[in-house]
């Protein structure tokens, strides 16, 4: 603001006859805005200050002295305001422009300093502590790390390295703010809970810092989105939802009563443990399931903050069975008394990878609601009132469209009324043109028909359910159980949309009819699979993740090889090497190419992740295995279909080569997805081999290492 007055000068003059254009503008500013509205204050606080004394015991007393409150409280904050502001200027003007450019904003305003009360971060993580109005900044050096005030939580702590400490939670961090002694430590802690309240209430207080009993500690539970930056499972996740001491809040999946959990549930935190426990009015009761994140499992009697307690049986990942009784004292820690089973194997993954939900939440009984007033729809014979209710809305302009709660649902690329569609009518037009396919894959994307509407409020409640911190391992059943069942309910609606549209017509309905569009619910599953795939396919890499892992270090471990060493490692015939019309420069010598051979079977196979329909990915296999046959065949010079015995060494090599991240995700989920006809035929085999060479990769790191040892002895 003062970098425009300098340009502007001789308006100023018009608002101070002694200014002269050598003075100083930031005097002349305070002057023109600050001075008159102070002294103004000042004479008002007077003049009630002699009628308060002058009331005594007037009616009008009462008024005056609240009067005259208000007009010390607005003097207070002015003042207060004008310190901050000073406080924050003379800030900005000690640091650097890589701080400045990205901090100083008009509205920001320096509440607390380190250097002002000393107060410095645990770890050595910094040297400076910056409390402003809407961020908590920690400056090191040159560089600085802020936190945005709404998702911090601060909790006094006990005393760490001697000093009197401040517990500061927020998403992906936790540290200690240290003081010298308690005094600091309660300055710091009330100020940094008053600016987390007022970041919360978008306001600040009137006046500033005062200790009204109404301004309470800010809550520990709050509603926020935040996305998740630091490297793990959920890095670029978007968690929007209830977030409590700076976690997200526990997922629960289960039955309701009353808005309280009451019956069977499932409790997934954001840790990735997990339990299965009985709820009665929101409170545990029995023993449960808890499924640890470090494979552990521990099946008794806990606590919601999963403390074990009485009786129970504990299996640790490395096949240990403790048994016996559980407590926990505060100052002494877990304690048991049991008998503790060193003798059992490693556990298999019945256990480690133990599926929750499918007893107790059959998936048929499933969002049963959702699917209600759909089938009340059809039932009713596509009635006018059941069709007004099914839809959602029933308008005549935009202004009470979008007052509608279908609007939420719309796709709204412009603002145009959608009119009303006769869904019947179309139907019955696209079965005699034979386009019911095309058809019902453009109403999918469309959440004004009724199809897309409900595919569209599947949609939502299955990213409620396993999205964030739902992507649990325990919950892939589940999940995928899910999809298929959405598919064979989309496919029962879209028969009983068919069959009124049909009748409507006066036509008869026969199942060669009802069957001219789609062939069945596994046609359906490949069409809506792409609303649901993010969030599935996630279920399926956190579930696999650790053979993954083994995979690619076998792969990288196999990469190493030229293509002559690996194809004679993984025992490929000679016959079959492709070795003999390589395009070579002389310099290069075919012992020491690497990634020359099936290149066309190599590429192809990477398109198995462009996809995300089973069909097409078995297609890629099928292209792959031609491509590989294709290469053998130019080599013989005759047609080579390969037998398993001889396809398996070359589809080693293949996938060595291709290099495919999560393999082992996309073929379970081939594998748990792909249409049942497929079973026993080209797919299936081919399916059936691309598993033996995941499994082999991933036992290839000991044998390799034992041929390059026989190979050097």
Same mark, same amino acid.
């Given at each position: 603001?003062?970098?425009?007055?300098?340009?502007?000068k001789?308006?100023?003059?018009?608002?101070?006859?002694?200014?002269?254009?050598?003075?100083?503008?930031?005097?002349?500013?305070?002057?023109?805005?600050h001075?008159?509205?102070?002294?103004?204050? *000042?004479?008002?606080?007077?003049?009630?200050?002699?009628?308060?004394? &002058?009331?005594?015991?007037?009616?009008?007393?009462?008024?005056?002295? @609240?009067?005259? @409150?208000?007009?010390?409280?607005?003097?207070?904050?002015?003042?207060?305001?004008?310190?901050?502001a000073?406080?924050t200027?003379? %800030?900005?003007?000690?640091?650097?422009?890589?701080?400045?450019?990205?901090?100083?904003v008009p509205?920001r305003?320096?509440?607390?300093?380190?250097?002002?009360?000393?107060?410095?971060?645990?770890?050595?993580?910094?040297?400076?502590?910056?409390?402003?109005?809407d961020l908590?900044?920690?400056?090191?050096?040159?560089? !600085?790390?802020?936190?945005?005030?709404?998702?911090?939580?601060? @909790?006094?702590?006990? +005393?760490?390295?001697?000093?009197?400490?401040?517990?500061?939670?927020?998403?992906?961090?936790?540290?200690?703010l240290?003081?010298?002694?308690?005094?600091?430590?309660?300055?710091?802690?009330?100020?940094?809970n008053?600016?987390?309240?007022?970041?919360?209430?978008?306001?600040r207080?009137?006046?500033?810092?005062?200790r009204?009993?109404?301004?309470?500690?800010?809550?520990?539970?709050?509603?926020?989105?935040?996305?998740f930056? &630091?490297?793990?499972?959920l890095?670029?996740?978007?968690?929007?939802?209830?977030?409590?001491?700076?976690?997200?809040?526990?997922?629960?999946?289960?039955?309701?009563?009353?808005?309280?959990?009451?019956?069977?549930?499932i409790?997934?935190?954001?840790?990735?443990?997990c339990?299965?426990?009985?709820?009665?009015?929101?409170?545990?009761?029995?023993?449960?399931?808890?499924?640890?994140?470090d494979?552990s499992?521990?099946?008794?009697? !806990?606590?919601?903050?999963?403390?074990?307690?009485?009786?129970?049986?504990?299996?640790?990942?490395?096949?240990?069975?403790?048994?016996?009784? !559980?407590?926990?004292?505060?100052?002494?820690?877990?304690?048991?008394?049991?008998i503790?089973?060193t003798?059992?194997?490693?556990?298999?993954?019945?256990?480690?990878?133990?599926?929750?939900?499918?007893?107790?939440?059959p998936?048929e009984?499933?969002w049963?609601?959702?699917?209600?007033?759909?089938?009340?729809?059809?039932?009713?014979?596509?009635?006018?009132?059941?069709?007004?209710?099914?839809?959602?809305?029933?308008?005549?302009?935009?202004?009470?469209? +979008?007052?509608?709660q279908?609007?939420?649902?719309?796709?709204?690329?412009?603002?145009?009324?959608?009119?009303?569609?006769?869904?019947?009518?179309?139907?019955?037009?696209?079965?005699?043109?034979?386009?019911?396919?095309?058809?019902?894959?453009?109403?999918f994307?469309?959440?004004?028909?009724?199809?897309?509407?409900?595919?569209?409020?599947?949609?939502?409640?299955?990213?409620?359910?396993?999205?964030?911190?739902?992507? $649990?391992?325990?919950?892939?059943?589940?999940?995928?159980?899910?999809?298929?069942?959405?598919?064979?309910?989309?496919?029962?609606f879209?028969?009983g949309?068919l +069959?009124?549209?049909?009748?409507?017509?006066?036509?008869?309905?026969s199942?060669?009819?009802? $069957?001219?569009?789609?062939?069945?619910? @596994?046609?359906? %599953?490949?069409?809506?699979?792409?609303?649901?795939?993010?969030?599935?396919?996630?279920?399926?890499?956190v579930?696999?993740?650790?053979?993954?892992?083994?995979?690619?270090?076998?792969?990288?471990?196999?990469?190493?090889?030229?293509?002559?060493?690996?194809l004679?490692?993984?025992?490929?015939?000679?016959?079959?090497?492709?070795?003999?019309? %390589?395009?070579?420069t002389?310099?290069?010598?075919?012992?020491?190419?690497?990634?020359?051979?099936?290149?066309?079977?190599?590429?192809?196979?990477?398109?198995?992740?462009?996809?995300?329909?089973?069909?097409?990915?078995?297609?890629?296999? *099928?292209?792959?295995? $031609?491509?590989?046959?294709?290469?053998?065949?130019?080599?013989?010079?005759?047609?080579?279909?390969p037998?398993?015995?001889?396809?398996?060494?070359?589809?080693m090599?293949?996938?060595?080569?291709?290099?495919?991240?999560?393999?082992?995700?996309?073929?379970?989920l081939?594998r748990?997805?792909?249409?049942?006809?497929?079973?026993g035929?080209?797919?299936?085999f081919?399916?059936? &081999?691309?598993?033996?060479?995941?499994?082999?990769?991933?036992?290839e790191?000991?044998?390799h290492?034992?041929?390059?040892?026989?190979?050097?002895?």
């Open positions: 603001m003062g970098e425009a007055w300098r340009s502007h001789p308006v100023l003059q018009q608002f101070l006859a002694d200014f002269s254009l050598d003075a100083s503008v930031a005097v002349a500013l305070h002057t023109v805005l001075k008159p509205f102070r002294d103004q204050l *000042q004479q008002y606080s007077l003049i009630l200050s002699k009628l308060k004394e &002058a009331a005594g015991q007037h009616p009008e007393s009462e008024a005056v002295t @609240d009067a005259t @409150d208000k007009f010390a409280k607005l003097r207070s904050f002015v003042s207060q305001v004008l310190d901050e000073c406080f200027r003379s %800030l900005w003007k000690s640091l650097g422009h890589k701080f400045t450019d990205v901090l100083c509205e305003r320096l509440l607390e300093d380190s250097r002002n009360l000393t107060v410095f971060p645990s770890m050595g993580r910094s040297d400076r502590v910056l409390l402003f109005n908590l900044v920690l400056v090191q050096g040159s560089s !600085f790390q802020s936190f945005d005030l709404k998702l911090v939580w601060v @909790d006094g702590a006990e +005393r760490e390295m001697g000093k009197y400490a401040l517990r500061v939670t927020a998403p992906e961090e936790e540290f200690s240290l003081a010298k002694d308690p005094k600091a430590r309660a300055v710091w802690q009330w100020k940094l008053q600016a987390v309240r007022q970041a919360l209430n978008g306001k207080d009137f006046p500033l810092w005062s009204d009993s109404d301004r309470s500690d800010p809550p520990s539970c709050r509603l926020f989105s935040f996305t930056r &630091a490297e793990g499972r890095k670029n996740a978007v968690y929007d939802g209830e977030w409590h001491l700076g976690r997200p809040h526990e997922r629960y999946i289960g039955m309701w009563h009353e808005d309280q959990r009451h019956g069977p549930g409790v997934v935190t954001q840790s990735g443990a339990y299965q426990r009985m709820f009665q009015m929101d409170k545990m009761v029995g023993s449960g399931t808890l499924l640890l994140e494979d499992v521990y099946e008794g009697n !806990f606590t919601p903050d999963l403390t074990f307690v009485g009786k129970g049986k504990l299996t640790f990942p490395n096949g240990f069975v403790l048994e016996g009784t !559980f407590s926990s004292k505060s100052s002494q820690g877990l304690q048991t008394q049991g503790l089973d003798a059992g194997e490693q556990p298999d993954q019945q256990m480690t990878k133990l599926q929750l939900g499918q007893k107790e939440f998936v009984t499933r049963e609601g959702l699917f209600s007033q759909f089938l009340e729809f059809i039932r009713s014979g596509g009635r006018g009132d059941t069709e007004e209710a099914f839809m959602g809305f029933h308008v005549q302009t935009s202004k009470e469209l +979008r007052k509608s279908e609007y939420l649902f719309c796709q709204r690329d412009n603002e145009e009324v959608p009119t009303k569609v006769d869904v019947l009518g179309e139907l019955a037009v696209h079965q005699e043109q034979g386009t019911l396919q095309g058809y019902v894959e453009q109403v994307q469309n959440s004004l028909h009724p199809l897309g509407k409900l595919l569209k409020m599947l949609t939502v409640a299955f990213q409620a359910t396993y999205s964030t911190i739902g992507a $649990n391992k325990h919950l892939l059943t589940m999940a995928q159980e899910e999809v298929k069942h959405y598919a064979k309910k989309i496919w029962e879209y028969q949309l +069959r009124l549209a049909l009748e409507r017509k006066g036509r008869p309905y199942e060669s009819v009802e $069957n001219s569009g789609l062939d069945g619910p @596994d046609a359906v %599953l490949p069409l809506i699979l792409p609303h649901f795939y993010p969030d599935l396919f996630m279920l399926y890499m579930y696999h993740q650790k053979e993954d892992e083994l995979y690619c270090q076998g792969v990288v471990d196999l990469s190493q090889e030229t293509d002559v060493k690996l004679e490692f993984l025992d490929v015939q000679k016959h079959f090497w492709p070795l003999k019309d %390589l395009t070579l002389k310099h290069q010598r075919r012992s020491l190419v690497k990634d020359h051979c099936f290149l066309s079977a190599t590429d192809c196979l990477r398109n198995i992740i462009t996809t995300v329909d089973p069909r097409e990915k078995l297609e890629i296999l *099928q292209k792959t295995y $031609n491509e590989i046959a294709k290469t053998i065949s130019r080599l013989l010079g005759e047609e080579f279909n037998s398993m015995d001889d396809l398996l060494p070359l589809l090599y293949v996938v060595t080569r291709a290099r495919i991240q999560r393999l082992g995700a996309e073929l379970h081939i748990d997805l792909m249409d049942p006809t497929a079973s035929g080209m797919h299936d081919l399916l059936t &081999a691309m598993e033996s060479c995941y499994a082999l990769i991933q036992k790191i000991q044998l290492q034992s041929w390059h040892a026989s190979q050097d002895s």
